[in-house]
């Protein structure tokens, strides 16, 4: 059994920053790619960054430019800054990751921009 454990969720004001980190932990052999997927009310959620194993990085244009995603692999953490953070950025953040040939999924973890 895997399981993600997300942590660094809050509140922040506008032009804030905030960590999230996402750890996977269980029975593991290989980690594959790495990332987060957020979701504002009423929308769809959305794909913010992703990483693969050997660290090659991907990114929502919306984000690109003030949230970078990282790893560690020997911790089997992920984790994304989140630099310059604006109302738009207020959603439920999960995180998933590509665990021994299956996709695992965080339980969510909140960020909050008031306006």
């Known amino acids: 059994q895997v399981q993600l454990v997300e942590s660094g969720g809050g509140l922040v004001q506008a032009g804030g920053s905030l960590r999230l980190s996402c750890a996977a932990s269980?029975?593991?052999?290989?980690?594959?790619?790495m990332g987060w997927y957020r979701q504002a009310p009423g929308k769809q959620r959305e794909l913010v960054a992703l990483?693969?194993?050997?660290?090659?990085?991907s990114y929502a244009d919306s984000v690109k430019g003030h949230f970078t995603i990282s790893r560690d692999n020997a911790k089997n953490t992920v984790y994304l800054q989140m630099n310059s953070l604006e109302l738009e950025d207020s959603a439920v953040y999960y995180c998933?990751?590509?665990?021994?040939?299956?996709?695992?999924w965080g339980q969510g973890t909140q960020v909050t921009v008031p306006s």
């Open positions: 269980g029975t593991i052999f290989s980690v594959n790619t």
């Open positions: 998933y990751a590509v665990v021994n040939g299956g996709t695992y």
């Open positions: 990483i693969t194993s050997s660290g090659s990085t």
